[in-house]
């Protein structure tokens, strides 16, 4: 009797372990249902085992329930500590994003290093999806913040700045006439919301509503 219960808590035990799915990014946009959150999440499945990104989204009235309907779409348990950018779209950025931050930065398993942009001129799952490769939105983030074209405003300073008096300046991104993304400048905060966004190869170019 023991040598045939053994083998089956081991089916049980196996049975109970859910596969995890890295995610790289995440793009909100508004939707005619609230929100709609995007994920690129990381696969491993090609001959030469490179990683490749798959998208998938969910819908919801605010961030935990999209995150929870995002998480049930996944073959997975969502595993948010590999996430490297946020993308809002102008919408959303309108709204307001004090309380989004205030929630990720309370996430155990989310980098505070996030970085969080704003997509001009279209939607951020576009603009997400606009690049195959595998943590480009990030490394072009962190080239631009080095280089001082950009600002370096990863989430945590986002949620600090917003705290003290409401304003905060965020690298802006679009996608580009040849379908590639492209810096677009910096999205201007005030009182947590998206007030302007400004132009310029450096940060503090001419203002631009």
């Known amino acids: 009797m023991k040598?045939?219960?053994?083998?089956?808590?081991?089916l049980l035990l196996c049975g109970c372990a859910r596969e995890v799915s890295p995610v790289s990014a995440l793009a909100l946009d508004r939707d005619d249902e609230g929100y709609r959150l995007t994920a690129e999440v990381v696969r491993q499945d090609s001959l030469d085992d490179t990683a490749a990104p798959a998208y998938l989204s969910a819908t919801g009235r605010d961030l935990p329930q999209?995150?929870?309907n995002l998480g049930n779409l996944l073959p997975g348990e969502l595993y948010l500590s590999h996430a490297q950018v946020l993308l809002l779209s102008e919408p959303v950025a309108k709204d307001g994003i004090l309380a989004l931050a205030d929630y990720l930065c309370q996430e155990n398993d989310v980098r505070?290093?996030?970085?969080?942009?704003v997509v001009r001129d279209g939607a951020a799952d576009a603009l997400l999806k606009a690049d195959d490769e595998?943590?480009?939105?990030?490394?072009?983030?962190?080239?631009a913040a080095d280089a001082g074209t950009l600002p370096d405003m990863p989430l945590y300073r986002a949620a600090e700045v917003l705290h003290a008096d409401g304003t905060a300046i965020l690298p802006a991104l679009r996608v580009d006439e040849f379908g590639q993304t492209a810096p677009a400048g910096t999205a201007v905060f005030a009182n947590?919301?998206?007030s302007c966004f400004l132009d310029g190869g450096e940060i503090g170019g001419g203002q631009n509503a």
């Open 3 to 10: 040598k045939l219960l053994f083998p089956l808590l081991l």
């Open 66 to 68: 999209l995150l929870q």
């Open 112 to 117: 505070l290093s996030l970085r969080v942009a």
């Open 134 to 143: 595998v943590f480009a939105l990030s490394e072009l983030l962190d080239r």
């Open 192 to 194: 947590e919301r998206l």
